[in-house]
């Protein structure tokens, strides 16, 4: 890295006030931290080389976990990364170096790949670490800035994440390298995933309970109104109709003759009906005013499926039937 006293990317007035510092100055520290960090991920794609590939190969090739280490900030990252990992299909788990010497080493299998993370690759505990993990023989990926370091020469696999300078004024906190690091940690795990052809299914079974996991995992029969729906015959009145609508609070009307769906009624044909012809219609009967044929969906989709389908035709409701096509529910857009 450049000498700590070399200008940094932005520069704010010190002031005993933080009222006087004006927001065009915070703005622009922002946007010049932001594009600095832009500049130098667009750097480092350049740096990407054959052994990336080594490294993913070997974290497919493996018949155990993979384990990241890594200290300080570097270990902040280690464990985001193991956590997006092991949430996209490839086992993993964090070890601090710390506990590692005072006996989670035991943690470590045959069958691991290790991936040690340290800037400058000089990091101590990772160095009094060493020396155990050469003796256990487990695949090793560094991930460092300066590929001279002990733990470049040391490991199966070295990836680089050098940066020029980082974005802190003082060229010292890590900032614009942490920022390599946890990019370089998903570029692994998105060529992983894309190897292992994970797909948004997969993803859910790891988040059941997130929104994602809940959306593709979810059928529309676990989220449709099933019960007192606002049902009535072909034969029954507008008036009849509104009745049945107001009681059943959905908005609709659906008519049904012989456990059938004939079709559907909804609140916004009402106001159309009521303004083409407001005292004729109050007698008429529904099967001259439904909407034959209206959208349906099978209980047995999933939720977001049935989400797609509502977008798709602007429609808030769903119909919903079972595999013999007989009406079991409904299904609004806000159930979802």
Known sequence: MSDPSSTSPSSIPTSSNAQDIRSEV??????????????ALASLASQVTEEFAKAVRMILASEGRTIICGMGKSGLIGK???????????PSFFLHPGEA??????????????????????????????????????????????MNS???KHCDCVLDISVDREVCPNNLAPTTSTTMTTAMGDALAV???????????????????GSLGRKLLTRVKDLMHSKNLPVCAPEASLKEAITVMT???????LIQDNGHLLGIFTDGDLRRAMLKDSEGMIDK???????PNPKTINENVMIVEAEEQMLRDKITLLVVTDDENALTGVLEIYDR
């Open 101 to 146: 010497f005072h006996g989670d080493l035991g943690m470590i299998q045959a069958q691991d790949t290790l991936i040690l993370i340290s800037y400058s690759g000089e990091t101590e505990e990772l160095m009094r670490l060493l020396p155990s993990l050469k003796n256990f023989g487990n695949p090793s990926i560094a991930i460092v800035g300066n």
């Open 80 to 90: 985001k990364i193991a956590a997006t990992l092991a949430s996209t299909g490839t």
């Open 26 to 39: 915070l703005i622009e520290s922002a946007r010049n931290t932001l594009s600095t960090q832009a500049k």
């Open 150 to 152: 002990s733990l470049a």
């Open 191 to 209: 060529a992983l995933m894309e190897c292992r052809h994970f797909q948004p299914q997969d993803f859910a079974r790891f988040h059941p309970g």
């Open 247 to 253: 009681h059943g609070r959905m908005g609709v009307v």
């Open 285 to 291: 009967k529904m099967s001259e005013l439904m909407t």
